[in-house]
């Protein structure tokens, strides 16, 4: 009797992106799926990427090769809390028609973003397997700690950046045997992109970066919003005092309170024209470059904890946005003031204190995080996965 073989479908990997950060992040994870011939890679963008007021960065994906399946515009122009929930209510609806039209196995987001959750609740609702990248983190300064903790609960497979991430994972009551640490894939972009050179990232920023210069990102304070501006103006009057200081500027993600940010920014750069440069976004080549070849890096941003030590550049961290981290010994956490900003950075610029991290370990795994998350989603047994149990620790392990 002749038996009839069928191939195999492909498997279709849904990647939703919201913000430059985390598309960055993705980008060799979403080369190596591209590549995969057994993989069918869908890609939905939404959020930043569909703002012109924040770069319509969509085109940027497009530049880089990349099909975009659908665009689920949230609108979100408005900065208040009222603004972000209608925000988040149009995304569930968008994310509902087209799910239910691409039809993904499994839906792959990074990170805690209020788009990326709306994303989440479709899935979960519609019953698609759901892969969350750098779950157990946290962030105590921020809402995005609970918006992440709640993406965990709805996943079912986990990508950790560090064992206690993976140990949080685990006390939440996630299967140990779905929660895989592999590091961070935003690391793969030290290893596998060619950066600028001094002269050529000069060139395209349009500043000498000499005698001195910091690269500067400040984002909200979610947690306690009354703060934001305050802290903010500490930090531009303690970047006023560096006089020779060469200062590049990108702009903060589109949470609460971010206009006003973007105000005082750009009037601080009306006083400095000749030294300060502002960027709504510069892409990671360009971002990652201008990491490399500036002095340090200043502000609240998770690029100064992950990113910064793994290059081996001084940051400071101001404030408590990222407060809950792993943070290796090259990030200086200081207060939200003035002086204690200025005493940090001052630290940072040391030869003293650079030569005492020179051989550090960072806490983050440089391990092809991309490659190795993409290989295990092409091969994930799906059934059964979708019937989540809660995982209860040992008796006498349980905090």
């Known amino acids: 009797m002749l038996l009839l073989e069928f191939p195999m479908e492909n498997r279709k990997i849904c990647v939703v992106t919201g913000s430059r950060a985390e598309y960055g992040l993705l980008y060799w994870l979403l080369k190596d799926l591209q590549a995969e011939p057994k993989i069918d890679l869908q890609l939905v963008v939404t959020g930043m990427h569909l703002s012109t007021q924040f770069g319509s960065t969509y085109k940027l994906i497009e530049n880089d090769g990349f099909a975009i399946d659908h665009k689920v515009d949230i609108k979100i122009d408005g900065d208040n809390p009222k603004d972000i929930a209608q925000s988040l209510g149009r995304g569930t609806i968008g994310f509902a028609e087209v799910f239910s039209l691409l039809k993904p196995d499994i839906l792959i987001v990074l990170g805690d973003r209020y788009e990326i959750f709306a994303a989440v609740q479709v899935a979960m609702v519609t019953g698609i397997l759901i892969a969350h990248i750098h779950g157990g983190e946290l962030t105590e300064g921020a809402i995005d700690d609970t918006i992440r903790h709640a993406i965990t609960k709805m996943s079912h497979y986990h990508f950790v950046a560090a064992e206690p991430y993976r140990n949080r994972v685990i006390q939440m009551g996630e299967n140990p045997d779905n929660v895989l640490n592999y590091g961070t894939p935003g690391l793969d972009n030290l290893s596998r992109l060619n950066l600028l050179s001094k002269e050529e990232l000069e060139e395209v ?132 003031n003035k002086e204690a900003i200025i005493v940090a950075i001052k630290k940072a610029l040391s030869k003293k204190f650079q030569d005492s991290f020179e051989n550090m370990i960072t806490p983050y795994k440089e391990e092809n995080a991309s490659k190795r998350i993409k290989e295990y989603l092409e091969k994930a047994d799906l059934q059964g996965v979708e019937k989540k149990t809660f995982h209860d620790l040992p008796k006498f392990g349980m905090v």
């Open 205 to 336: 920023v349009g500043l000498e970066l000499e005698p001195l210069s910091f690269l500067v990102t400040f984002h909200p304070i979610t947690r306690s919003r009354e703060n934001t501006p305050k802290v903010l103006t500490a930090l531009l009057h303690a970047l006023g005092s560096f006089t020779d200081s060469r200062i590049i500027f990108t702009r903060p993600n589109a949470d609460m309170d971010n206009k006003i940010i973007n105000r005082l920014i750009d009037e601080f750069a009306g006083r400095h024209p000749s030294r300060v440069r502002v960027f709504t976004s510069m892409g990671q080549l360009r971002y990652l470059s201008a990491m490399k070849h500036t002095d340090i890096v200043i502000g609240n941003s998770s690029s100064g904890v992950g990113e910064a030590p793994a290059m081996k550049k001084p940051s400071v961290n101001i404030g408590d946005r990222q407060q809950g981290r792993l943070k290796a010994v090259s990030v200086i956490d200081c207060a939200e």
